[in-house]
């Protein structure tokens, strides 16, 4: 097995697990967005300080500006996703926040003229289908569904363009580099965002701490730098395929954790979007490596 494609495999196994983290987690949204990217940042900064302070005392003022509004995305993405999960389902929430490969197909071939194989075209389309199946079945689910729907399929918008930052970057920094600036300024925007509405950030269960900290491990720090790792070497559209892996992933994860009983529409769009990732990665670009 190709060691991107092995990395690639543990981020989307990392990230499925952030839905459930942040059900179980007892705290506004955005205060569940703020410790997951301040903490992962405590965590990354002295590492990258450690291995690449030289490349971040050199790098160019237009690099550390793209950089930055890459986490502004990053931020943006975790506070519309996180809150959409307070008003519709898990499926639902991870189904529309992973809509995001048409967003970074476009934009891909328009900014970076990366073209599509029409294998890779056939993948996407077969696990979309998948996606709309399994949020089919829970579009009515939750406090208010259609709020819900918007606030991810606006996250999915946000997460397209932190990619895309993130592709361009990659080919010419290092990942500590670049996951230290787009965590920290993430983590800065949240933190901002928190304290200027007014929300506390302490006085909480020690669950909700335990799930706070997961969420800056596992997703954050090992799912999300998985996938900024993977950026070197793999155009953002396989990565954003790959990520839609995390409805299956979360759907079974809540089916375990939260005793939220899989739909059959559910399963057939999970065997749905397997098979697309299949045919999208199959002979690509990534196998190939």
Same mark, same amino acid.
């Given at each position: ?38 903490? *992962? ?6 590492? *990258?300080?450690? %291995? ?34 307070? %008003? ?5 929430? *991870? ?13 891909? %071939?328009?900014? /970076? ?61 290092? /990942?500590?580099? !670049? ?16 304290? *200027?509405?007014? !929300?506390?950030?302490?006085? !909480? ?21 998985? /996938? ?62």
């Amino acid at each position: 097995m190709k060691r991107q494609y092995l990395v690639l495999t543990i981020g989307v196994i990392s990230v499925s697990f952030a839905a459930i983290f942040v059900r179980l987690a007892e705290a506004p949204p955005l205060v569940i967005a703020t410790y997951r990217l301040c903490l *992962a940042s405590l965590i990354i900064i002295p590492v *990258a300080w450690v %291995y690449s302070s030289s490349e971040l005392r050199h790098l160019s003022r237009r690099t550390t500006m793209m950089a930055l509004l890459s986490g502004a995305f990053l931020a943006l993405h975790f506070g519309l996703w996180i809150a959409s999960l307070s %008003y519709t389902s898990v499926a639902t929430s *991870a189904m529309l926040v992973t809509t995001s490969p048409i967003f970074v197909a476009i934009a891909s %071939y328009l900014l /970076f003229q990366e073209k599509l194989s029409k294998q890779t075209i056939v993948g996407i389309v077969i696990s979309l289908i998948g996606s709309v199946l399994i949020g089919f079945g829970n579009w009515r689910l939750g406090t208010n569904p259609l709020f819900g729907g918007i606030l991810a399929f606006l996250g999915a918008l946000a997460v397209a363009g932190y990619l895309l930052i993130g592709r361009k970057l990659r080919r010419s920094i290092g /990942f500590l580099s !670049y996951a230290s600036l787009v965590y920290s300024s993430a983590a800065m925007l949240l933190l901002l965002s928190t304290l *200027a509405f007014g !929300y506390r950030l302490v006085g !909480y269960s020690p669950t909700t701490y335990a799930m706070l900290a997961l969420l800056a491990v596992v997703p954050q720090l090992i799912g999300h730098s998985a /996938f900024n790792w993977s950026l070197r070497f793999v155009p953002a559209t396989l990565i954003t395929i790959a990520i839609l892996g995390e409805p299956v992933g979360a759907t079974i994860l809540a089916f375990l954790i939260l005793k939220e009983i899989p739909t059959l529409s559910e399963i057939g769009g999970g065997i749905l979007i397997l098979v697309g990732i299949c045919v999208a990665f199959r002979k690509s670009e990534l196998l190939q490596r």
